[in-house]
């Protein structure tokens, strides 16, 4: 049995049935059980940002160096300038981040972007958080 691990972090189990020929046992089920160890743990990889137009919707993700040596973080790419605000918070050097998006009030709407944060990781050079805002118009009151 071959579990191929990409995209998975943490505990997983896989199972498998092994059909045979023996009669009155069709098969046998086995499992493999394993943690995947990653360079750097995101917490999310979308955030979702949705309410009304005129409030500001925060959200924060999650990011911790899986390797011994610290991380470091840097913007690469924004996409969503005018529309949302982040700020990478540096809770244990070179291990442990918090990554806070925060909606700007405006315009009611729908806004799709990314942020790709270039790290000093040859094993995971580059972080994509996906980011999707949601924007309805202010209730009348």
């Given at each position: 049995m071959r579990v191929n691990t990409k995209g998975y972090r943490g505990n997983i189990l896989k199972r498998a049935r092994i059909y045979t020929n023996e009669p009155?046992?069709?098969?046998?089920?086995?499992?493999i059980k394993a943690f995947v160890k990653v360079p750097i743990f995101v917490s999310v990889r979308h955030v979702y940002l949705r309410g009304q137009a005129d409030r500001a919707?925060?959200?924060t993700v999650g990011i911790r160096a899986g390797m011994d040596k610290p991380l470091t973080l840097e913007e690469s790419q924004f996409?969503?300038?005018?529309?949302?605000?982040?700020?990478?918070?540096?809770?244990?050097?070179?291990?442990?981040?918090?990554?806070?998006f925060t909606s700007i009030p405006g315009e009611a709407g729908t806004y799709r972007g990314v942020l790709k944060l270039k790290?000093?990781?040859s094993e995971k050079p580059e972080l994509i958080i996906w980011i999707t805002v949601q924007l309805r118009k202010a209730s009348q009151g």
């Open positions: 009155g046992d069709k098969y046998q089920a086995v499992g919707l925060t959200e996409t969503l300038t005018g529309k949302v605000t982040y700020s990478i918070e540096e809770l244990e050097p070179g291990k442990n981040f918090r990554v806070h790290t000093n990781y």
